[in-house]
C-alpha cells in the first residue's frame, strides 16, 4: 500500500505550450499538496527532462506546434529505462483518447480541466506507478540475490574442483602445471571449435580432473621410468573408470562433465582407445577435446619415460603421426582447430608451463 505523503512527493512534469494553461495545473497540483512539481512549454525537452529525473508522472498535452504530445510519447519511450510509460494526457476530442491510449498513454483527461476529475486520476495513476517502482526495485533486488546465491554456488563447486584436483596431482609434482594447463587449453578448443560459453567455462574447470582416478594407481607403476608391463597397463587404465565412478552421480555440472572427461578421454575416433573402444561421436564432444590436449602436453612435458619435446615436434607427431599416436586418433574436427590455431597452444603453454622451456631453448635436440 502506498502511503498519501509518498503520493505527495511524487515527481510530476507538465508539458504543455499554453502558459496559462500550465500555471492553471500547476496551482491545482499544489493546493492538493503535490512538493515536486516541474513544467515546461517546449514539449522537444520533455525526454530529456525525463531521462534526467525519471517522472513519476507526466502530464502531457496533445495538440502542441512542432512536435505534438504523440511525438513527445515516441521519444520518451526511448528513454523510459522501466518500461512503463508516466503519461496522463490531455485532450480534447474523444477520437484523441483512444489514439492516445494506443500510442501508451495510460489515463487521460479532458479539457477544460475539471480540478476534482484531475486530482483523483492523477492520485490513481501515482499510486499504480509507485506500486510499480516498488515491485521493479524488489524484483532487481531479488535478481541480485539470486546472482549472489547462484555465484556462492559456483564458488563451491569451484573448490569442491579443486579439491578434487589436488588429490590427483600429489603423487607427482609436474602433474600440478599440467593440470592448470589442460584447463587453458580445453577451454580454448572450445572457444576455437565455436562451443557456447557454458560449455567452454566447464571444460577449463572440470578438464582438470580427468586423472583423479590415478590415485589409486601405485606409485612404482605411476612413476616407472621404463615401459609398464601388461597387467601393469592394465592397472593403469583402470584409472579413467575408477575416475568415473569418484566424480559420478553428481549434481554440480562440473562434476558431471568431469566424470564425462575421466571415462573417456583415452577413447579415440577410430575405435582404438580405452577403456570401451568407442568410435567418432559416441565419444563425448569434451573427452574428444580433452583427448587432443592431453596428448599435445603429454609431448611436451617431461615425463619418467620421455623427455619433452618442442612445439613443432608435438605438432607434426599429431598431424602426421609416430605409429604411437596417429592423427585418426583425433576428432578431425578437433585436429583441423588445433592444426590451424597451433601457434595458440604453443603461447598458452609457454605461459603456464614450466616443463616446456627446456625444449624450447634446446631447439630440436630432443627429436
Same mark, same amino acid.
Given at each position: 500500500?502506498?502511503?498519501?505523503?509518498?503520493?505527495?512527493?511524487?515527481?510530476?512534469?507538465?508539458?504543455?505550450?499554453?502558459?496559462?494553461?500550465?500555471?492553471? @495545473?500547476? *496551482?491545482?497540483?499544489?493546493?492538493?499538496?503535490? #512538493?515536486? +512539481?516541474?513544467? =515546461?512549454?517546449?514539449? %522537444?525537452?520533455?525526454?530529456?527532462?525525463?531521462?534526467?529525473?525519471?517522472?513519476?508522472?507526466?502530464?502531457?498535452?496533445?495538440?502542441?506546434?512542432?512536435?505534438?504530445?504523440?511525438?513527445?510519447?515516441?521519444?520518451?519511450?526511448?528513454?523510459?529505462?522501466?518500461?512503463?510509460?508516466?503519461?496522463?494526457?490531455?485532450?480534447?476530442?474523444?477520437?484523441?483518447?483512444?489514439?492516445?491510449?494506443?500510442?501508451?498513454?495510460?489515463?487521460?483527461?479532458?479539457?477544460?480541466?475539471?480540478?476534482?476529475?484531475?486530482?483523483?486520476?492523477?492520485?490513481?495513476?501515482?499510486?499504480?506507478?509507485?506500486?510499480?517502482?516498488?515491485?521493479?526495485?524488489?524484483?532487481?533486488?531479488?535478481?541480485?540475490?539470486?546472482?549472489?546465491? @547462484?555465484? *556462492?554456488?559456483?564458488?563451491?563447486?569451484?573448490? #569442491?574442483? +579443486?579439491?578434487? =584436483?589436488?588429490?590427483? %596431482?600429489?603423487?607427482?609434482?609436474?602433474?600440478?602445471?599440467?593440470?592448470?594447463?589442460?584447463?587453458?587449453?580445453?577451454?580454448?578448443?572450445?572457444?576455437?571449435?565455436?562451443?557456447?560459453?557454458?560449455?567452454?567455462?566447464?571444460?577449463?574447470?572440470?578438464?582438470?580432473?580427468?586423472?583423479?582416478?590415478?590415485?589409486?594407481?601405485?606409485?612404482?607403476?605411476?612413476?616407472?621410468?621404463?615401459?609398464?608391463?601388461?597387467?601393469?597397463?592394465?592397472?593403469?587404465?583402470?584409472?579413467?573408470?575408477?575416475?568415473?565412478?569418484?566424480?559420478?552421480?553428481?549434481?554440480?555440472?562440473?562434476?558431471?562433465?568431469?566424470?564425462?572427461?575421466?571415462?573417456?578421454?583415452?577413447?579415440?575416433?577410430?575405435?582404438?582407445?580405452?577403456?570401451?573402444?568407442?568410435?567418432?561421436?559416441?565419444?563425448?564432444?569434451?573427452?574428444?577435446?580433452?583427448?587432443?590436449?592431453?596428448?599435445?602436453?603429454?609431448?611436451?612435458?617431461?615425463?619418467?619415460?620421455?623427455?619433452?619435446?618442442?612445439?613443432?615436434?608435438?605438432?607434426?607427431?599429431?598431424?602426421?603421426?609416430?605409429?604411437?599416436?596417429?592423427?585418426?586418433?583425433?576428432?578431425?574436427?578437433?585436429?583441423?582447430?588445433?592444426?590451424?590455431?597451433?601457434?595458440?597452444?604453443?603461447?598458452?603453454?609457454?605461459?603456464?608451463?614450466?616443463?616446456?622451456?627446456?625444449?624450447?631453448?634446446?631447439?630440436?635436440?630432443?627429436?
Amino acid at each position: 500500500m502506498i502511503k498519501k505523503n509518498e503520493i505527495l512527493k511524487s515527481k510530476i512534469l507538465i508539458v504543455d505550450d499554453d502558459e496559462d494553461d500550465v500555471m492553471l @495545473t500547476k *496551482d491545482i497540483l499544489t493546493e492538493a499538496g503535490y #512538493t515536486s +512539481v516541474d513544467s =515546461t512549454l517546449t514539449p %522537444e525537452v520533455a525526454p530529456a527532462l525525463h531521462a534526467e529525473t525519471n517522472y513519476d508522472l507526466i502530464l502531457l498535452d496533445l495538440l502542441m506546434p512542432g512536435m505534438d504530445g504523440f511525438a513527445v510519447m515516441e521519444k520518451l519511450k526511448t528513454v523510459e529505462t522501466e518500461g512503463y510509460l508516466p503519461v496522463f494526457v490531455i485532450t480534447g476530442g474523444p477520437d484523441m483518447k483512444a489514439r492516445a491510449l494506443q500510442a501508451g498513454a495510460k489515463d487521460f483527461v479532458a479539457k477544460p480541466v475539471d480540478p476534482t476529475e484531475l486530482l483523483s486520476r492523477v492520485h490513481n495513476m501515482l499510486e499504480v506507478r509507485l506500486l510499480y517502482k516498488k515491485l521493479h526495485e524488489r524484483n532487481a533486488a531479488l535478481e541480485a540475490s539470486v546472482r549472489e546465491r @547462484t555465484a *556462492d554456488l559456483k564458488q563451491t563447486y569451484l573448490e #569442491t574442483v +579443486v579439491a578434487m =584436483t589436488r588429490a590427483a %596431482e600429489y603423487k607427482d609434482e609436474n602433474t600440478g602445471d599440467h593440470l592448470e594447463r589442460i584447463g587453458f587449453f580445453c577451454k580454448e578448443t572450445a572457444n576455437l571449435l565455436g562451443c557456447d560459453a557454458d560449455f567452454a567455462d566447464r571444460m577449463f574447470f572440470a578438464s582438470p580432473m580427468h586423472d583423479i582416478g590415478k590415485i589409486s594407481v601405485p606409485d612404482h607403476i605411476l612413476l616407472k621410468p621404463a615401459a609398464l608391463t601388461p597387467d601393469e597397463w592394465e592397472i593403469m587404465k583402470g584409472h579413467t573408470t575408477l575416475g568415473a565412478k569418484i566424480l559420478g552421480n553428481c549434481r554440480a555440472p562440473y562434476l558431471r562433465t568431469g566424470a564425462e572427461i575421466a571415462q573417456n578421454h583415452h577413447e579415440r575416433w577410430d575405435g582404438s582407445g580405452y577403456p570401451n573402444g568407442l568410435i567418432e561421436t559416441a565419444i563425448p564432444l569434451s573427452a574428444r577435446i580433452m583427448h587432443l590436449c592431453d596428448i599435445y602436453d603429454a609431448l611436451r612435458c617431461k615425463r619418467p619415460y620421455k623427455p619433452p619435446l618442442a612445439h613443432e615436434t608435438a605438432v607434426e607427431i599429431i598431424t602426421k603421426g609416430d605409429g604411437r599416436t596417429m592423427p585418426g586418433h583425433f576428432d578431425p574436427v578437433v585436429l583441423d582447430a588445433f592444426e590451424r590455431h597451433s601457434g595458440r597452444y604453443r603461447e598458452l603453454f609457454s605461459e603456464f608451463g614450466k616443463c616446456g622451456e627446456i625444449a624450447e631453448e634446446s631447439g630440436k635436440g630432443n627429436e
